[in-house]
């Protein structure tokens, strides 16, 4: 054990000597994490979807529904000529442009009772920002209803006169329906023509056409932990939980190839001479790449905690719990890496390769709740999508110490597999 301890002490004098190399360890996931958390939350207003919107129509209508969406908070309209609109979408200027087309005046109120066709709204999107279709498809589909059912109720609606027209004119309709619909005009006729002559018309229960039959009131967001008062978001929260998954298994990475260029200068060549085992040897360089992990670990969550807002509002006893844990798990991968690689250069190699994958299936740069349902499945056989979704339960999600048994155990499980395959493939001589 104390030779053991020795050679572990070793180690973190080693890493920790070299300053400028720690504090960049340190400094890098701290900016990254800092741009992410800030991208994706952070406090930041959203910025209204920029769209365009063409009028063939020049209805009253038509104007009227154009009115209302360069009025929308939630839309950036601009209205103009369909050619320079779709100049500005494949420019990546606009996402979405929409062409209300000739008639829709006409047409629209018809097709609302479902007695004529219904017009055609042409919308041509960025195939970039396809989510922002669906947006702006509601928004004009909320816009269009309660501009043409307004000019349908109105006084002197030409679509009632020309429904009732059609009633009128219909051979094959039976007397008593035909009897009961003029009955039905001729009574929204005279509560038009009373509304009208009143001089709050404006104030009728259609004057302002079909609205949304409900209306929404946001509240804070629900904490499942101790907390019992709500709390908003922090997106920094999970930024230095990915980030700080990112790097700090590059850093268990560093420390696998400084094994193997040890072995390349004849340094392990004399480790070997001394009375130490293999289990010695390679312990110590996991239990000191696992203190050297959670030593920074710790410093970015101080920094987060101090500078970004970040609170614990789960256990921080599973914080710990979990930080050990992925500790322990990034000192077995890199000596996995290291086995595996046999060489610095093709260490190298494999390691940004496995590492980058991890870190992106893991949800480590965006939330893993973004991916298709099937990824997110997939997701969960890589130990960095449990390190980092443990990481949000001790945090932001307010979870307890319950919810960091099983991703703790899990990771525990990989590291121990780590280890075992390392210390099997790891080639001994020179």
């Excluded at 709204?121 to 004009?140: F, T």
């Excluded at 289990?279 to 996991?286: C, D, K, T």
């Amino acid at each position: 054990m104390q030779a053991l301890l020795a050679l572990v002490r070793a180690e973190i004098k080693l890493h920790f000597s070299n300053r400028r190399a720690v504090l960049m360890s340190i400094v890098a996931p701290i900016l990254i994490a800092a741009f992410f958390g800030s991208l994706f939350g952070g406090g930041s207003k959203m910025a209204g979807i920029p769209v365009g919107v063409v009028d063939l129509d020049r209805s009253p209508l038509s104007q009227r529904v154009v009115a209302a969406l360069l009025a929308e908070p939630s839309l950036k309209a601009v209205a103009g000529e369909e050619a320079e609109l779709l100049g500005q979408v494949r420019a990546g200027k606009l996402r979405a442009v929409a062409v209300l087309p000739a008639g829709l005046g006409q047409q629209a109120g018809r097709a609302l009772f479902g007695a004529g066709a219904k017009p055609e709204i042409a919308l041509h999107y960025d195939p970039s920002q396809a989510s922002a279709l669906a947006v702006v498809r509601g928004l004009l589909a909320q816009t269009l209803m309660q501009e043409v059912s307004r000019a349908s109720f109105s006084g002197g609606s030409p679509v009632l006169a020309g429904l009732r027209q059609d009633v009128e004119q219909a051979r094959d309709l039976d007397p008593e329906r035909r009897a009961e619909l003029m009955r039905l005009f001729d009574s929204v006729g005279a509560v038009q023509k009373r509304e009208a002559a009143q001089a709050g018309a404006a104030s009728a229960p259609l004057a302002g056409g079909l609205s949304m039959p409900y209306s929404t009131r946001e509240i804070e967001a629900v904490q499942s932990g101790a907390n019992a008062a709500p709390v908003a978001y922090n997106s920094y929260a999970h930024s230095f939980a990915g980030m700080g998954v990112q790097f700090i298994l590059m850093a268990g990475v560093d420390m696998a190839l400084g094994l193997l260029l040890m072995r390349r200068l004849g340094l392990w060549k004399r480790l070997r001479a001394a009375p130490l085992s293999r289990a010695q040897l390679l312990g110590s360089r996991i239990l000191a790449s696992a203190l050297i992990s959670m030593i920074v670990f710790a410093v970015l969550y101080a920094v987060a905690i101090g500078g970004f807002g970040v609170r614990v509002l789960g256990s921080p006893a599973g914080l710990v719990l979990v930080l050990v844990c992925f500790s322990l798990l990034t000192a077995s991968f890199g000596l996995l890496v290291a086995a595996l690689g046999r060489t610095p250069e093709a260490t190298r190699g494999l390691a940004i390769l496995a590492t980058l994958l991890m870190v992106m299936l893991g949800g480590a740069w965006v939330p893993a709740f973004i991916f298709p349902e099937w990824l997110q499945t997939a997701s969960l056989a890589v130990p960095t999508r449990w390190a980092v979704d443990a990481l949000d339960a001790m945090t932001w999600r307010g979870q307890p110490f319950s919810a960091a048994l099983l991703p703790s155990a899990v990771m525990l499980g990989f590291s121990a597999v780590f280890a075992a395959v390392a210390i099997w493939r790891f080639r001994w001589e020179e």
